[in-house]
């Protein structure tokens, strides 16, 4: 059911889908009220299963959540989104929409007719230049999304871009960081650059992720994408340089040198946008490194980074300036903190204005907002045609005669009818009387077979000669409802439990103690009574799910020393599950 009072939130990764409950204070501050996260399997640069997994996983997550009909934020990740960021004279805010449309005609590499695409206005200089950037997504991949994520039964209003919703978290986590910042996003597919300067920003996309690591890892030692992603999860870590201590393990060793490769790999790509960041945009040297994403997990990634950029570098705290609410768990959502930040970005948008407000329109959303938006003349149109209604029952006054004539017929039929209800109601209380009593009186005849069939169950669980059973009693809260057979009975004699802390009496705890003998044998001694006990422990009369852990306080058997002996006493005690209301 949709909770108008909670902003929903989802995240398409590659690798993962996470998905939040967002809360807003009364000061605008965003509470967790609760995320999930699903993984998907697989290579996920093999896109053919891509699509059917992520519609799985979207079910799942759903699901889990429980946000089937709530209005949803959706961010699509950075790998099918071409950006660009173009720099334009200054014009009249009635001609930028013009001349933005012909830059976009000019630098996206697609037919406009086939793409989403939307711009935002980043910086305007003190000359009035203006830069912006573009974001188009291809029509055919971003419907598909878009309908994967509707057939889980969410209500999406919005698809945001993954890169710039982390641009839009920062912003509002890290608002006391004024030197210029880089916010690498390490994701399994690929990485995305966010470049912050003040309120300036820049992005690009490097196809270098998690999964290039791991198929590296599994071409090194020869074994399938799953595996090699399972140990570089569990055992993972990129190898620091210079005289450092090998790992004692030569497996993992071999391991983290790959992966120093790999990152190695992206260091350098890293370094190229740098450059070009600061040559043609004009922009300057970041003086801050943030890790976020999935790929901030890996050992030393931290350190590696910081061997490399000779910059100080942090993993980025996706819910800082976040609020928990008492459902969350803290520990949990501080170690998934760097991969929640695009989620905190989404909620943003849920609450109103962003730094960013870029945003890719699915056909199908389309058509439902030009609906929307042509709702009010169709109001309007069926106003008007009330009003010609309206006006034409002026020319129907004599039926009226008729249909009241036919009300008063209908109103003496309908208090015939409400006597016979009023006689069908007091025979159907009348056979739920009698429906009771046959229960009761069934209850009674299957209460009669009760003993019966407990005894023929235990008698089924003997499979030899070894033991048996001399003595089958119940006991009533530890204390048997019977006399004893031999002589003074002194557990009898125990004051019965009269009730709990508050004086309300407590329910009695029926079970069934069994006296017997086992005698000598080659099968372990005791352990035939053990073995015993453990099937009686399975069967639908006994509640003890705890047996194998608390098996003594069970079972207590005589141990079989003595020579001269033919048998040896033991006492089996199991609770029952449904037991007879025993006098």
């Known amino acids: 059911m949709a909770d108008p009072t909670s902003i929903a939130v989802i995240s398409l990764g590659s690798q993962r889908v996470s998905g939040a409950f967002f809360g807003k204070t009364p000061g605008g501050d965003l509470i967790l009220k609760r995320y999930e996260i699903v993984e998907l399997d697989g290579d996920p640069s093999v896109d053919v299963s891509r699509l059917p997994q992520l ?130 996003d390490m994701g399994a597919r690929s990485t995305n650059l966010v470049f912050v300067e003040g309120e300036r920003f820049f992005t690009r996309n490097l196809l270098v992720g998690g999964a290039a690591v791991t198929n590296a890892i599994g071409k090194e030692f020869g074994i399938p994408f799953a595996e090699a992603e399972q140990q570089k999860r569990s055992q993972g870590f990129v190898a620091l340089g210079g005289a450092v201590e090998d790992h004692p393990d030569e497996g993992v060793n071999a391991m983290s040198k790959v992966m120093r490769n790999s990152m190695t790999r992206l260091h350098a790509e890293i370094m190229r946008t740098i450059t070009f960041y600061r040559s043609q945009q004009g922009g300057s040297a970041p003086k801050r490194v943030f890790l976020a994403g999935g790929g901030s997990a890996a050992g030393y990634i931290a350190e590696f980074f910081t061997e490399k950029l000779k ?59 030009d609906a929307a938006r042509r709702a009010p003349a169709l109001i309007m149109a069926g106003l008007c045609l009330m009003g010609a209604l309206g006006a034409a029952t002026f020319w129907f006054d004599s039926a009226t005669k008729v249909i ?16 016979l209800s009023n006689e069908i109601r007091m025979l159907d209380a009348q056979q739920e009387e009698v429906r009771q009593r046959g229960v009761q009186l069934e209850q009674v005849v299957t209460d009669r077979s009760w003993w019966a069939r407990l005894l023929n169950e235990l008698n089924q669980q003997f499979d030899n000669d070894l033991i048996w059973l001399p003595v089958i009693e119940v006991l009533k809260d530890d204390k048997p409802i019977t006399k004893s057979l031999w002589g003074s009975n002194e557990e009898n004699n125990k004051p019965a439990s009269t009730g709990n802390a508050a004086g309300a009496p407590a329910a009695p705890v029926y079970k069934l103690r069994m006296r017997g003998l086992y005698r000598k044998n080659d099968k372990g001694e005791q352990k035939v009574v053990y073995d015993f006990a453990a099937k009686l422990a399975k069967l639908e009369a006994f509640n003890a799910p705890d047996y194998e852990t608390k098996r003594d306080s069970y079972v207590k058997v005589d141990s079989g020393v003595d020579e001269d002996r033919y048998a040896y006493h033991f006492e089996i005690t199991m609770p029952l599950r449904n037991p007879l209301q025993f006098q």
């Not at 959706?74 to 449309?101: M, N, T, W, Y």
């Not at 942090?314 to 520990?331: H, I, P």
Request: one cysteine or more; aromatic letters at 6%.
């Open 404 to 419: 009241d004539g036919r009300s008063k017929t209908l109103a003496d039929e309908s208090g015939r009818l409400s006597t």
């Open 311 to 369: 910059l100080p570098v942090e993993v980025y705290n996706g819910l800082r300036g976040v609020q928990m609410d008492r459902g969350v768990s803290a520990d949990a959502a501080q170690i998934d903190a760097p991969g929640l930040g695009e989620l905190a970005g989404l909620a943003l948008r849920g609450m109103g204005s962003c730094p960013c407000e870029i945003e890719l329109v699915p056909d199908a959303l389309a058509s439902t907002r």
């Open 55 to 184: 519609k799985s996983a979207l079910q799942e997550l759903t699901g889990k959540l429980k946000i089937r009909g709530q209005k949803t934020w959706c961010s699509i990740p950075g790998h099918p989104v071409f950006s660009r960021f173009v720099k334009l004279p200054p014009v009249q805010g009635d001609k930028l929409a013009q001349i933005v449309e012909f830059e976009a005609r000019q630098n996206v590499p697609w037919q406009l007719d086939e793409v989403s695409w939307d711009y935002e206005v980043v910086t305007k200089s003190d000359i009035g230049e203006i830069e912006v950037v573009l974001a188009a997504m291809k029509c055919e991949p971003l419907n598909e999304m878009y309908e994967g994520v509707a057939e889980s039964g969410v209500k999406v209003v919005g698809m945001d871009v993954g890169p710039l919703a982390l641009y839009n978290s920062f912003r509002y986590s890290y608002p006391d960081v004024d030197e210029p910042a880089l916010i690498v």
